[in-house]
């Protein structure tokens, strides 16, 4: 049995037909239901209210398809359900995106961090060049070859104090270089690694 109000007859032929005041007389009995009935299910007002605004979007553009105000009536709550089960599917993709989201930072961060590193070795490369020959040769004995402070004195025919000193003075500009091409901040670990050269 179709409804009735005093102020409208609802008609099905003239709901197909795109009459705006059969779809307002359908709107107008129905979205409260329609609204309860999706919050019930989601628990969420703002969300349920999209929802129900979807559904009888959906039912407006399919108006010339309907036989009955019954199948109108099913579709409503039909519709209504499915989209409520679309917004708990996209809650339930989000929730499991979120591990893969956080890890993909996590790449990004480590990409950059690597990058910052590798420019700061280039540079701490050419830097290591521009020292002062004693100064470079006694730096890449012991950074590069891993030689102990004797094991360099003894190489060179010169005191322990001489090669420390010269070791000392090597990360001091080294240092002072980084600080002015504003690596410092990037590349702690490297200038901690600089200061603990074994010897």
């Known amino acids: 049995m179709e409804p009735k109000s005093p102020r409208h007859i609802f008609s099905i032929t003239d709901f197909r037909e795109g009459r705006a005041l059969d779809f307002n007389y359908v709107y107008e009995s129905y979205y409260d239901t329609i609204y309860i ?114 094991e360099v004195a003894g190489k060179l025919n010169i005191s322990n104090q001489n090669v420390l000193n010269q070791k000392a003075r090597a990360i001091h500009i080294l240092h002072g270089a980084l600080v002015q091409k504003l690596y410092l901040p990037l590349s702690l670990p490297l200038l901690i690694m600089l200061f603990i050269i074994p010897g």
């Not at 919050?39 to 979007?57: C, K, P, S």
């Not at 050419?126 to 102990?148: A, Q, V």
Request: net charge negative; glycine share 2%; charged share 25%.
């Open 37 to 150: 009935f999706a919050y019930n299910l989601i628990g969420h007002e703002a969300d349920a209210q999209d929802i129900t605004t979807d559904t009888f979007v959906k039912l407006w553009r399919l108006h010339a398809n309907f036989e009955s105000f019954q199948n109108i009536k099913a579709f409503l709550y039909i519709t209504c359900r499915n989209g409520c089960m679309d917004y708990f599917r996209q809650i339930r993709k989000e929730r499991e995106a979120i591990p893969e989201i956080i890890y993909l930072q996590r790449i990004d961060e480590l990409a950059t961090s690597e990058m910052i590193d590798a420019e700061v070795f280039t540079e701490l490369g050419k830097l290591i060049e521009k020292l002062p020959f004693k100064c470079r040769t006694i730096f890449k004995l012991i950074y590069n070859d891993n030689l102990s402070t004797s």
